[in-house]
Nanobody
Framework: QVQLAESGGGLVQAGGSLRLSCAAS????????VGWFRRAPGKERETVAV???????YYVDSVKGRFTISRDNAKNTVYLQMNSLKPEDTAVYSC???????????????WGQGTQVTVSS
């Protein structure tokens, strides 16, 4: 079993930065792929970034060059560094974990509660 908890969200001006953290419980967390997902009001959930157990990464086109996903298995934590934030990045961001690398959010089996990110113009 894996339990996830996000932190680091907040209000930031356009062009600013935030770092989200996804802290996990469970001794086997390092063997899971972890993804960051977001859902904006009136929109469907979107896969933002994914990192595999070996460090392979995926980014949705809209965040490439601005966001970086990383993991520290010693701390059981996955990070999402978000730079050059735009108002359209405003959403609830959630992290999820799954055994095998996937960019499909519905395949993830463990989820955190989410953290709000608001980018003002």
């Amino acid at each position: 079993q894996v339990q996830l908890a996000e932190s680091g969200g907040g209000l930031v001006q356009a062009g600013g930065s935030l770092r989200l953290s996804c802290a996990a419980s469970g001794r086997t967390f390092s063997t899971y792929a972890v993804g960051w997902f977001r859902r904006a009001p009136g929109k469907e959930r979107e896969t933002v970034a994914v990192i595999s157990s070996s460090g392979r990464t995926y980014y949705v086109d809209s965040v490439k060059g601005r966001f970086t996903i990383s993991r520290d298995n010693a701390k059981n934590t996955v990070y999402l560094q978000m730079n050059s934030l735009k108002p359209e990045d405003t959403a609830v961001y959630s992290c999820g974990a799954v055994r095998d690398f996937s960019i499909v959010w519905s395949e993830y089996i463990y989820w955190g509660q989410g953290t709000q990110v608001t980018v003002s113009s």
